[in-house]
T-cell receptor, first 114, second 113 residues
Framework: AQSVTQPDIHITVSEGASLELRCNYS??????LFWYVQSPGQGLQLLLK??????LVQGIKGFEAEFKRSQSSFNLRKPSVHWSDAAEYFC????????????FGRGTQLTVWP | DGGITQSPKYLFRKEGQNVTLSCEQN?????MYWYRQDPGQGLRLIYY???????QKGDIAEGYSVSREKKESFPLTVTSAQKNPTAFYLC????????????FGPGTRLLVL
């Protein structure tokens, strides 16, 4: 079955600490991979995406993600978290069909302590 | 400014009533999507459309209907057959090809009276 897994439902970090949000996918071929962020009551905003090539992808707001084929993972990282990063984060995968469908994980809620 | 608009921001439905959520985009995108978001369940695809006058069911289409008469518009109707419609509904659009970024609207929260 096709799926995207975000193992952590809720993560709490202190402001200034580093962050890593996990994402795993279970497709036979490498899909296109995305990370989105959602503030309460808002739509989703794209942070970054991976197509191919360099496995370390830089995004907006100081985020980066690393694709690891051997682990079927695409983890999101930030070296120093700001209070404004508190939000819900979604990992998505497009398996490369012509339909452009995205499959999403269930999301990780990030709380930032001052 | 280019983008996706959804209206209304909040919508209330009485039992047995059909309600329609609006989604408009001026990004000249071919594909449009409707998602339902419930706490802890992520986003689930309701319907999607790759081209005008054509659309496909997603994973949870029962109790919903859509139309795509114009490229810019993809309204979603929540029918009385949808027994648990309370949720946050998100519309998105993209160029429609594999790997293209989906851009999201601000969402509509549907509540049942």
């Amino acid at each position: 079955a096709q799926s995207v897994t975000q193992p952590d439902i809720h993560i709490t970090v202190s402001e200034g600490a580093s962050l890593e949000l996990r994402c795993n996918y279970s497709y036979g071929a490498t899909p296109y991979l995305f990370w989105y962020v959602q503030s309460p009551g808002q739509g989703l905003q794209l942070l970054l995406k991976y197509f191919s090539g360099d496995t370390l992808v830089q995004g907006i707001k100081g985020f980066e993600a690393e694709f690891k084929r051997s682990q079927s993972s695409f983890n999101l990282r930030k070296p120093s978290v700001h209070w404004s990063d508190a939000a819900e984060y979604f990992c998505g995968a497009d398996r490369g069909s012509t339909l452009g469908r995205l499959y999403f994980g269930r999301g990780t809620q990030l709380t930032v302590w001052p | 400014d280019g983008g996706i608009t959804q209206s209304p921001k909040y919508l209330f439905r009485k039992e047995g009533q059909n309600v329609t959520l609006s989604c408009e985009q001026n990004l000249n995108h071919d594909a449009m999507y409707w998602y339902r978001q419930d706490p802890g369940q992520g986003l689930r695809l309701i319907y999607y459309s790759q081209i005008v006058n054509d659309f496909q069911k997603g994973d949870i289409a029962e109790g919903y209907s859509v139309s795509r008469e114009k490229k810019e518009s993809f309204p979603l109707t929540v029918t009385s057959a949808q027994k648990n419609p309370t949720a946050f509904y998100l519309c998105a659009s993209s160029m429609g090809d594999a790997g293209e970024t989906q851009y999201f609207g601000p969402g509509t929260r549907l509540l049942v009276l």
